[in-house]
């Protein structure tokens, strides 16, 4: 890139995502090809400081591809991906971390062989001191409704115990946004509801959120805005009330055929 372009990217994520902004994040003509196959396909998406969006679509509409290029775990084919002021779309993961970016993945990727303690010790070794690692490990535990656990085995902590864990240890690290990838898939009502509870409110304590989930009760139970995203691009975006009378999303759901994600799609070199 010349100096010339990064002069302009870096103009352009001020502009967008700056102070004098309420935009956290923003992308601009997002694109994702796997071969012959576009996953996504000129996606502009903004979320505001301290907004809670839910992300929702059939199978196959490029969701989990999408989160997959905000963190930096795919590199784009085209477009920009800005953040708080800055161009993060060549930034590695790590580098997105440390801008205040974190995420969860549908399948809880905690320590299992390690004591809930240990698990939050390893993303706190980022953040803080050894002096503040006892109270900041029991703090976050209280407000996750863990504390008793503290010293199980995460192994053999419940299904929705280990999403909880897993949420907490992404807070850790601070972050201004969180990307959650279906967060209640597989579990109880009542997890479901915990999980709802919580994560209303970490919003209200200024997190910004952008939640994948089918399941449509639970986003209209945490959901500021919706989003819909059907074949790689953005089908529609409003309120849950609006999203769930417009016939049209009605249309894509009931006419989804059951295909496995693009990403999946595309094979192997989908994950390179």
Known sequence: MSVHDSTIKTTAAVDETGAGTN??????GLVKRFG????????????EEGEMRCLIGPNGAGKSTFLKLITGRHAPSDGSVYYDGADITDLDSYERVDQGISIKFQVPSIYPELTVRQNLRVPLQRVASRSEYDERTEATLEQFDLLEEIDTVAANLSHGQQQRLEIGMAMTLEPDLMLLDEPVAGLSIEETEEIAELLVELNDEGVAFVVIEHDIDFVAS???RVTVLHQGEIFTEGSIEDVRADPEVKRIYLGESGEADAEERAGPEADH
């Open 36 to 47: 012959g196959l576009t996953a996504i396909d000129d996606v502009d998406f903004a979320v």
């Open 23 to 28: 935009r956290i994040l923003q992308t601009r």
């Open 222 to 224: 945490i959901a500021d």
